[in-house]
């Protein structure tokens, strides 16, 4: 199945330069826990809230002075749309990350795709088996 059918296309974005108060500002109204930062519409980094706590509140860092950029996730793995699901669980596995911007064949982000949403695929699928199995179980 591609990310494409999976992946979430409501995604919370904002620039290298935006302030971290403004970023988890956002990510408590829209009920989110990363943002991902952008140029020019192709995903270069992201902030999650472990991002924020660790990086800032642990470190004592003031955070009127810290921007996006500072704390964002530089080395970003991306995902592109026409790639396959066990791809995705590949490259989370990899690179110990559980979200994966997704992006078209230009770099261009068009979705998001997580772990959580990858568990819930799986949970169907195996509901679904399940399913099959007590219709096949011989009676006791």
Known sequence: MP???LARSDIVTAAPDESIQELAATM?????????ITDDDA???IVTDRDLVMEILASGTDPGTVVAEDVMSKDLCT???????????ELMSEHGVRRLPVTDSDGTLTGIITIDDLNELLA???QELAGVIRQQRPPY
């Open 3 to 5: 990310v494409q059918n």
């Open 43 to 45: 995903p270069v980094g």
């Open 79 to 89: 995902i592109e749309d026409r790639a396959g699901f066990y791809h995705a669980t």
């Open 28 to 36: 408590q109204d829209e009920g989110v826990g990363c943002v991902v």
């Open 124 to 126: 169907d699928e195996q």
